[in-house]
């Protein structure tokens, strides 16, 4: 944890939570980022762990977690996300 004071003045403390997540979830939430024009398909697959992983997190913070939207992507985008996604994270199968 660690207390960070913000533009009010007042020190809050933040605190890092772990939460599990399978591949299908982080391929779900890159897959969100695609649909909202943060990324497209190109650059997904030249990320690397750390990115993907970024990118996922960002999504939960900006959508949360109830607001993935990934009905608008094509069936062909979600199987070549998500095979990359397993072919990235192999310890998450």
Same mark, same amino acid.
């Given at each position: 944890?660690?207390? %960070?004071? &913000? +533009? /009010? $003045?007042?020190?809050?403390?933040? #605190?890092?939570?772990?939460? =599990?997540?399978?591949?299908? /979830? *982080? $391929? !779900?939430?890159?897959?969100? #980022?695609?649909t909202h024009n943060a990324v497209n398909? %190109?650059?997904?697959?030249?990320? !690397? +762990?750390r990115e993907l992983l970024q990118l996922a997190k960002n999504e *939960?913070?900006?959508?949360?977690?109830?607001?993935?939207?990934?009905?608008?992507? /094509? !069936? /062909? %985008?979600?199987?070549?996300?998500?095979? &990359?996604?397993?072919?990235?994270? =192999?310890?998450?199968?």
């Amino acid at each position: 944890m660690r207390a %960070t004071e &913000y +533009k /009010d $003045g007042i020190k809050r403390i933040k #605190a890092k939570i772990e939460v =599990p997540m399978s591949e299908l /979830d *982080v $391929g !779900n939430y890159v897959l969100s #980022a695609l649909t909202h024009n943060a990324v497209n398909l %190109t650059q997904i697959q030249k990320l !690397n +762990k750390r990115e993907l992983l970024q990118l996922a997190k960002n999504e *939960v913070k900006e959508k949360g977690i109830k607001s993935v939207s990934i009905e608008s992507v /094509d !069936n /062909d %985008t979600k199987v070549i996300v998500r095979n &990359y996604i397993k072919q990235m994270f =192999p310890e998450l199968q």
